[in-house]
């Protein structure tokens, strides 16, 4: 029987099942558990101290055990933790929404907070989808996506994710989207280099709107560094400027997915700032609330929020815990602390310092590629560096250098399919904004370690 291509690579299912009730990510591997963390550092209950190189999955922004944070919930939870959006408004919610407006660019200024990445793009897609309702163009619902990126795993975001192993055990329950081929210079989809390549991999959106027949077309949307399914692939700096431009001139909206890169991750608020690039909604998550509640936004430019206010009135949409009041203090204490700790410019300053120390790497045999921006680095391996050919999945490259980290106390963010969806092996690492020069000395050793036990350890 062939091996479902989702478990490729996987070791052998053993029956070492973790004790207990949990549902835990994996069914059979066993984690430690946690007894407190602050700053970069994670304690295990078994006494190991662990720097936390990726953020989790890029998500503790400010550094863990953060005091005001955790106090500002407290003090909402005390006044009210739950009351429902047709009801009551809380002042915490209004609050998130200004920091956030203050930090998104051009005329984005209406924040509809959701509890997490996946949520905030679905509900991008629908608004769209409303917004060209009631503006009577009612044909155009159609969203365009790229391969070799990453939006959610509900149904609908997972349609919109370019992920062949992570769509496939699902694919017949998924959305028709359209994919165009990623802007990933490393491996040119139409096998050209900048600067002679006319940034085909951006013309290529216009190709597909006309191919999809424009007046079917609503939107387009795209994740500005591509994240857990590319390991930070940096697009070249004209792509996002055309992309805009094409969209304009079609009337689709495009959608920035700052899930992973918005609230300073790559040295600017959002990434989209670097490029000068206005989208017309930006999803973002992780950093809005740096892990200390779930909580994610949609963020919409005022006119296309001001088309629904004054047509039926309503965003045809909504969620229980959508503005949960104190996740949304959470998240209005951490942009409060983001911008009073200058953490955006800190991205920026330590993502040089980063990206300089990292550089070393690009010797190691099994180092491909290293890019990234800010405080988002990735780095891509390769069984063969002249024909940047990839390691078979099944010797679990990726997974076994994120392994070999984590026994020497240190987390990054393996992953794979960045190739074709299934091969290709990668790893994000993205620490708290707050980390310093020396700590990321210890990360990058440690990283240096890992990767080279695993390729002494390779064919
Ligand atoms: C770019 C991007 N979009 C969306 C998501 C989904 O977010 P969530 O897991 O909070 O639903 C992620 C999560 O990794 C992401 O990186």
Redesign the pocket.
């Known amino acids: 029987m062939l091996r479902p291509v989702w478990r490729k690579g996987r070791s052998a299912m053993t029956n070492v099942q973790p004790a207990g009730h949990l549902f835990r990510r994996s069914a059979v591997h066993d984690v430690p558990r946690v007894r407190r963390a602050e700053g970069v550092w994670i304690e295990t209950e078994d006494g190991r101290r662990i720097l936390d190189g990726s953020s989790g ?1 890029l998500v503790a922004s400010i550094g863990h055990g953060v005091r005001e944070v955790i106090e500002a919930q407290r003090a909402q939870a005390e006044q009210v933790s739950y009351v429902h959006g047709t009801h009551f408004a809380v002042r915490a919610q209004e609050e998130l929404a200004e920091r956030l407006a203050e930090m998104a660019p051009g005329d984005l200024s209406r924040v509809y907070p959701v509890s ?4 905030a ?1 679905e509900s991008a897609v629908k608004f769209a989808r409303q917004f060209f309702l009631e503006t009577g163009r009612p044909q155009k619902q159609k969203v365009i996506a790229r391969w070799t990126s ?4 509900t149904l609908g ?1 997972l349609s919109l994710a370019g992920h062949a192993a992570r769509r496939r055990p699902y694919t017949p329950l998924l959305m028709d989207v359209p994919h165009i081929p990623p802007a990933y210079c490393y491996r040119c989809p139409f096998g050209l280099e900048p600067p002679s390549c006319g940034t085909r991999c951006a013309t290529a959106l216009e190709e597909e709107i006309i191919r999809q027949g424009p007046e079917y077309v609503a939107a387009f949307i795209a ?1 500005p560094l591509v ?2 399914a590319g390991g930070a692939i940096t697009p070249p700096p004209e792509y996002f400027p055309i992309i805009r431009d094409i969209c304009s001139r079609y009337d689709v909206l495009f959608i920035a ?1 700052e ?2 890169t918005g609230i300073g991750r790559t040295g600017e608020s959002f990434a989209m700032n670097h490029w000068g690039v206005v989208p017309d909604i930006i ?1 973002t ?2 950093g809005v609330s740096g892990g200390y509640a779930p909580l ?1 936004a949609m963020i919409v430019r005022e006119p296309l929020f001001a088309a629904i206010a004054q047509g039926s009135g309503a965003f045809i949409h909504g969620f229980t815990y959508g503005g949960h009041p104190p996740s949304a203090a959470a998240g209005a204490a951490v942009l409060q602390y983001v911008r009073a700790h200058g953490l955006v410019a800190r991205a920026a300053r330590l993502g040089t310092y980063l990206g300089e120390r990292l550089q070393p790497l690009a010797g190691r045999r099994i180092v491909g590629d290293i890019r990234g921006m800010g405080l988002m680095r990735g780095i891509e391996f390769v069984r063969d560096r002249a024909t940047k050919a990839p390691f078979d999945r099944s010797l679990r490259v990726a997974e076994r250098v994120g392994e070999a980290a984590f026994a020497r106390g240190l987390i990054i963010y393996p992953g794979a399919g960045n190739v074709d969806g299934v091969r290709g092996d990668q790893l994000l690492i993205g620490p708290p904004l707050v980390i310093t020069e020396l700590e990321i000395d210890e990360l990058v050793a440690r990283l240096a370690g890992a990767i080279d036990e695993v390729a002494a350890a390779l064919p």
């Open positions: 999955a997490g990445g996946s949520e793009n990453y939006h959610g795993n975001a994740e994240g857990a997915d899930v992973m999803t998550g992780k994610a």
